[in-house]
């Protein structure tokens, strides 16, 4: 070992553990979605990422008890809700049972004049009073008197029937024993809310876990318990890519470790060539994680793949050493190579660092730390800790001759007119079906089955939960003007619902009125005296007991002379929960959230709504268009980063036209790799776009080597052994995740795995065959 | 023998409780077919309320159509006028005075739609719907039987103690519901059965 290689070593060594001490103790992963937010977003988008973050909607969790008797499955719901209340990770838990809604009963008792909509002064003239005296005579002596008769006494005018008939329009849930039932009986039915917003998958997981241990602790007969939501789908989709994430890494690592011993026949030699991708993972992190603070799980995943050309580094120097040649004399035969490989996907990444998107950013920054430090441990480290005694075998010929495939052993300018046609092929493909070359809808890349998805409709309908899609905003500068801005929107949504645009709808005001109505509502109740006058008058003739009605009197009297109902009197109940997932703070002023049940014309509705000063937002469509803007940047920050590469190329191999023999390769193997996926029936995402950047990085890397100058056939020979390693290896590795069945491990798989084989094609069709070019 | 002794004495009682069973012809079932068998009725009824918040009982007057097996329909055409069908598990209530019309199901009303549901399914032979809402006994005999409903769903309980419908053969003739509160009512029902 000589003494720069020293120096180097103890560099590397002090690098390592330097970035492994750092993230030690400061790596925090982020999956918070305001990451991948640009910073130019509009409110809506601003809105989507509140509602994904703290959204009432995306913290729900249904719960249903099947199979069993109903009152096996009723006696399960009460036990479990009665665990689950005690559980801190929930803010509430509701199975229907009266007995818990107790307070809120009484909250809504107490103001139940300040909260009720038809409250006006006709109705407590001597003729309102009369007629509702009438009719709650006529309704003790229907089927209904049992029910009404508790409260008639202190609510004679019906207010809580009012109430219970806005607060739960169609009745609610099915009921058996008192509990939620699906209608059928078939299953106990309960909503827990989870203290964990939707976004934050781990907290999600742990509450998943905790309706699950709970479940199997009290284990009833033949019961089943089925979970749906929008977090139960985020844990799930987490564990269904983490798993095969993880299987299919495993037999990628073992296909490539087996073809890089096949090559090497050194189990040194291939545990050595997995430093450089390492280092440069481990320097890479440190790098965004000095820069941005949280590191995004995104960014780790993505990342690891940019980088994992970084992976080739070493192959091409063990490969390209020839017989009885140390590493060293190797490196300064194919160094410059190298450095341009690893160049141009550093100025490749350059342009993502000046995203406005911070995701795109911190993959720009680790792509390009990653590849430098990965090619700095190659040309500096791997020569150093080389087994002294190591010695390439005899010079290897690759199995077979690529460049003789590639051109079917006719004239070079033959292939290259073959080739010409294909990508031209290729591309009037594209153009061609340009319009199907997107897919605009994030739905399609989710793994959650369509049974999934429709189990969970029918729990949502049985349970009247809130549509997650759709949300009707209002907004306003303070929470009164909010208030009063959710009671303007309440009364277009009843006509909306009358108009059967959709089934329901919730609104903060609805608990807690704007002072403006409360105050009308105040107004609209008489003095004592006035009151108790037009009582005697409205009960003159009528069948009621003396006195009755005291407690109606004094129950007014109490509402006239108390406070207004405020946020802190409904403090503690669920009353203060609804309100405050629906009533949010919002940049400098406040908006309402109206969750709809059942939207089923949102075009009619949206218009109307923007007709009526209201705005319908569509997560959905949001959160797509959110996708898509994030792949647009990326995709002129791509276009900018290749003309970056081009610029490097031209500097770096001194000739525009040797610069264009190695784009051109590279750039080809994308547009037939995006042909094949487009004849494929595939649609393109942003997953298969970062895929493509590898593509093009592989690519390159490929068609530099083949480019450049070669000596003797030996070292063509050699050249060509390492770009089939390179090549069979990444094949390998993204050949298994192509088997994946979640689509987006599957998308990226398909198209690096295609993209391999074409750049590896094709840099040998037509920067190959040194000897034969002429001009 | 002691084995001897016990087999003498499970004889003995298994006898004992075969020929109790067979005294007790007029079971459940038995009333329950007898009641199935009706396709169409219609009576005459009169409802008294009592209750502890009025001064004087609460009179109405009206008919009740039924027709198997789950439509039923209570008219009060004194001292007002209103309407009450029950019909495939939905319960809807008419008050055209006042132009008031609610809706029920029995699935998110249990309370309500349990009470009509005890006239119904009692008119039907439905020991099934009975049963959801109610544990029942039976007394008396087909010429005069009695059948005692005390309700187990936990909504309903919260309400009605019991209802206790009487009946002659395939006629029922009087429903009494004794509430919670202590309010009582009872409906005198003057059948025809077709």
């Not at chain 2, 039907?124 to 009695?146: C, H, I, N, P, T």
Request: aromatic share 6%.
């Amino acid at each position: 070992m000589r003494g720069t290689q020293k120096v180097m070593l103890a560099i590397w060594l002090i690098a390592c553990v330097a970035c492994s001490a750092w993230l030690y103790r400061n790596l925090s992963i982020t999956t918070d979605l305001t990451v991948f937010l640009p910073r130019s977003a509009t409110p809506e988008q601003q809105l989507l990422v509140n509602q994904l973050r703290d959204g009432v909607a995306s913290r729900l969790i249904l719960i249903s008890l099947e199979g069993g008797a109903d009152t096996a499955l009723a006696g399960a719901s009460s036990t479990l809700a009665d665990r689950l209340r005690s559980n801190a990770l929930f803010a509430s838990v509701n199975n229907g049972d009266p007995d818990a809604l107790q307070k809120e009963r009484e909250l809504l008792f107490a103001n139940r004049y300040l909260l009720s909509p038809p409250i006006s002064p006709e109705r407590f003239s001597a003729a309102g009073l009369r007629s509702a005296l009438r009719e709650n005579l006529e309704l003790l002596s229907s089927p209904a008197g049992a029910f009404i008769r508790p409260l008639l006494a202190s609510d004679p005018t019906g207010e809580m029937r009012a109430l219970a008939r806005l607060m739960i329009p169609d009745g609610g849930p099915g009921k058996r024993h008192g509990l939620w039932f699906s209608r059928d009986g078939a299953r106990a039915l309960l909503v827990a809310q989870t203290r964990a917003a939707g976004f934050d998958v781990e907290g999600q997981r742990l509450a998943i876990e905790s309706i699950r241990n709970a479940f199997a602790a009290i284990q009833p007969d033949g019961a089943r318990l089925v979970l749906s939501g929008p977090g139960v789908f985020a844990s799930q989709i987490r564990s269904t890519i983490e798993g095969e994430a993880w299987r299919l890494s495993a037999l990628a690592a073992i296909l490539v470790i087996a073809i890089l011993f096949a090559a090497y026949r050194s189990a040194v030699t291939v545990a050595i060539s997995m430093l450089p991708v390492a280092t440069g993972l481990l320097v890479g992190i440190t790098a965004v994680s000095l820069g941005f603070g949280d590191v995004h799980g995104i960014t780790l995943g993505f990342g690891a793949m940019l980088i994992g050309e970084a992976v080739d580094y070493p192959s091409y120097l063990f490969t390209q050493a020839a017989f009885g040649e140390r590493l060293d004399a190797t490196l300064a035969r194919i160094g410059s190579t190298l450095w341009l490989a690893v160049l141009t996907t550093v100025f490749g990444a350059l342009a993502m660092v000046l995203s406005s998107f911070e995701g795109l950013a911190q993959l720009g920054v680790l792509t390009i730390a990653g590849a430098t430090t990965a090619g700095l441990t190659t040309r500096w480290v791997l020569p150093a800790l080389a087994p002294a005694d190591f010695a390439p075998h005899r010079a290897r010929a690759a199995p077979f001759d690529l460049s003789m495939l590639a051109i079917g052993g006719r004239s070079v300018r033959g292939a290259r007119w073959f080739v010409i046609l294909l990508v031209a092929a290729g591309l009037a493909v594209v153009l061609w079906r340009y319009e199907r070359l997107w897919d605009n809808d994030l739905a399609n890349l989710t793994p959650v089955s369509e049974a999934t998805k429709l189990q969970d409709r029918v729990l949502r309908d049985e349970l009247g939960a809130p549509d997650v899609r759709y949300i009707v905003v209002v907004r306003g500068e303070d929470r009164e003007a909010a208030l009063q801005a959710s009671e303007s929107a309440a009364a277009f949504l009843r006509d909306s619902v009358a108009r059967g645009l959709l089934a329901g709808f919730d609104v903060p005001s609805r608990y807690l009125p704007s002072a403006k109505t409360q105050a009308a509502r105040r107004a609209a109740l008489p003095d004592a005296a006035t009151l108790a006058g037009n009582l005697d008058a409205a009960v003159r003739g009528l069948p009621f007991r003396e006195g009755l009605f005291a407690p109606f009197l004094d129950a007014v009297a109490r509402v006239r002379s108390g406070p207004p109902l405020d946020a802190d009197a409904l403090r503690g109940s669920a009353l203060a929960l609804k309100i405050d997932s629906l009533l949010i703070r919002d940049g400098a002023g406040w908006a309402v959230l109206a969750p709809l049940r059942n939207v089923r014309a949102p075009q009619a509705l949206g218009d109307a709504a923007r007709a009526a000063g209201h705005q319908l937002l569509d997560l959905k469509a949001e959160a797509n268009q959110l996708v898509n803007s994030y792949r647009d940047q990326s995709l002129r920050l791509i276009a900018l980063g290749l003309l970056c590469i081009t610029v490097v190329l031209a500097w770096g191999q001194r000739s525009a036209v040797r610069a264009l023999r190695v784009l051109v390769p590279a750039l080809a193997a994308v547009v037939l790799d995006v042909a094949i996926l487009l004849l494929l029936g595939e649609r393109l995402s942003l997953f298969n776009l970062v895929a493509l950047l590898l593509v093009v990085g592989m690519g390159l890397n490929y068609a530099l080597f083949f480019e450049r100058p070669q000596a003797d056939m030996a070292e063509r020979a050699r050249t060509q052994l390492s770009l089939v390693v390179c090549g069979a290896t990444t094949l390998a590795a993204f050949g298994c995740l192509s088997l994946s069945k979640t689509p987006v491990l599957h998308a990226i798989g398909v198209t690096v795995a295609l993209g391999s084989v074409l750049s590896l094609l094709l840099a040998a069709a037509l920067a190959g065959r040194r000897d034969d070019s002429s001009g | 023998m002691r084995a001897s002794a016990e087999l003498a004495l499970v004889v003995w009682v298994t006898a004992l409780l075969a020929s109790g069973s067979a005294a007790a012809d007029f079971d459940k079932a038995a009333l329950m077919q007898l009641l199935a068998s009706v396709e169409r009725a219609s009576a005459q009824f009169v409802e008294t309320r009592h209750s502890a918040l009025l001064t004087a009982p609460l009179v109405s007057r009206g008919t009740l159509v039924y027709k198997r097996p789950d439509r039923l329909e209570k008219h009060v055409s004194f001292p007002f006028e209103a309407r009450m069908v029950l019909e495939r598990g939905q319960v809807t209530i008419d008050n055209p005075s006042r132009g008031r019309k609610m809706t029920l199901s029995i699935e998110n009303a249990p309370g309500i739609a349990g009470l009509v549901e005890s006239i119904r399914a009692t008119r039907a032979g439905d020991l099934g719907a009975l049963e959801r809402f109610y544990k029942v006994d039976v007394g008396g005999s087909r010429g005069a039987w009695s059948l005692r409903l005390r309700p187990h769903d936990r909504e309903l309980a919260q309400y009605v103690n019991a209802v206790t419908v009487q009946g002659a053969g395939a006629r029922i003739e009087r429903i009494e519901v004794v509430e919670a509160s202590g309010d009582r009512s009872v409906m005198e029902i003057d059948e025809e059965l077709k």
